[in-house]
């Protein structure tokens, strides 16, 4: 591994119920191929690589192109059953294919479907420590505004949460023309931020009919395509009631597993608005993330101005920055 980035599923799947038996985390890898197994074709040993989510390349979703559907999602990503002999640890072996990488070590065991080869692509290799959010994190805001929500020229949006998924997509809606592009956050440092990224407004969350009240006065009818980040059925509501009528509302943050949403039916469906659940942002990775290094190298997908870079000793530091909101995406770096 050359670095990886943090992120807030890490630190989800490391407390609470989640938690489970001992594991090492991480999943926003970059590096370098060291060796490959026999059957491995995509890379070749030192090839500079992104690493993904993996999946099963075999199941329906996996075959019509969205493998963050994939039925072995769960077990491939989330919680590794298949324990192999890599990491041990009091004689315990040790979950070690988080999304199928595992970057919180040095050096992996990584899945094919998890490795993009960046070989041709012409990234140096300072610029490639920085693309480890490519492969989760901005790729799932990115495609969930891109693919998922089909944004368009001229359509209002709105993105809930400014992290790393919100600033993504808000880039994104902004590549595809989005207009106005309304940022919603608790924290003013966020929204002031926001405007590198392409917010034409923002508005200073906390209070929902506020909220309501502003998008409704920015946009007129209401938001045409949402990305909700916070997670959680108050916010995905929230979402819905300020959405357009025809209005698209994507979420991607992360609830508790038992959190449950109830829905008002009836000016749901008398307003024909669509909600859409969305993992990995719809996304190929072999197919998306070369599509966002090409946004960043025509100056579209700034991604450092997300970013600080610190060395892996200082993990502790990096967390408690992205914890209180003064770093949107730390970068550890090897
Ligand atoms: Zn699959
Ligand atoms: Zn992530």
């Not at 990503?77 to 294919?97: C, G, M, P, R, S």
């Not at 693309?131 to 891109?146: D, H, K, Q, R």
């Not at 969350?205 to 502003?214: N, S």
Request: charged content about 20%; glycine content about 14%; some cysteine.
């Amino acid at each position: 591994m050359k670095s990886t980035g943090l992120c807030h599923t890490d630190i989800f799947m490391s407390t609470g119920d989640q938690n489970g038996g001992p594991k090492i985390l991480g999943h926003e890898g970059t590096g370098i191929v060291l060796k490959i197994g026999s059957k491995v074709t995509n890379v070749s040993v030192g090839d500079p690589v992104i690493l993904s989510f993996t999946y099963c390349d075999k199941c329906p979703p996996c075959k019509s192109g969205v493998p963050g559907y994939c039925y072995e999602f769960p077990q491939g990503n989330l919680v590794n059953n298949d324990l192999e002999d890599t990491f041990v640890l009091d004689n315990q072996k040790i979950e070690a294919k988080f999304f199928g990488q595992s970057s919180f070590s040095k050096v992996g065991v990584v899945n094919e479907a998890s490795v993009i080869g960046v070989k041709d692509l012409n990234v140096d290799p300072e610029t490639l420590k920085r693309f480890g959010p490519l492969g989760c994190g901005f790729l799932t805001g990115a495609g969930a505004i891109y693919n998922a929500g089909e944004a368009k020229k001229g359509e209002s949006c709105v993105i809930y949460g400014l992290g790393g998924v919100g600033f993504a997509g808000m880039m994104a809606a902004k590549i595809a023309g989005c207009n106005p592009i309304i940022g919603v956050d608790i924290n003013q440092n966020k929204l002031d931020l926001a405007k590198k990224f392409g917010a034409t407004h923002t508005i200073l969350g906390g209070d929902d009919d506020e909220v309501h009240k502003k998008i409704v006065e920015i946009t007129g009818y209401g938001a045409d395509l949402s990305l909700e980040c916070i997670g959680g059925s108050r916010f995905i509501n929230n979402a819905i009631n300020n959405a357009s009528h025809c209005g698209k509302i994507v979420y991607v943050g992360l609830g508790s597993f038992t959190d449950v949403l109830s829905l008002p039916t009836f000016p749901f469906m008398m307003g024909g608005k669509k909600l859409i659940g969305c993992t990995e942002g719809n996304a190929i990775p072999r197919e998306f993330i070369p599509k966002m290094i090409e946004w960043h190298s025509k100056g579209q997908f700034p991604i450092e101005e997300l970013q600080k870079v610190y060395k892996v000793e200082d993990f502790a530091q990096a967390l408690a920055d992205m914890k209180a909101g003064t770093v949107v995406k730390p970068i550890l770096v090897y």
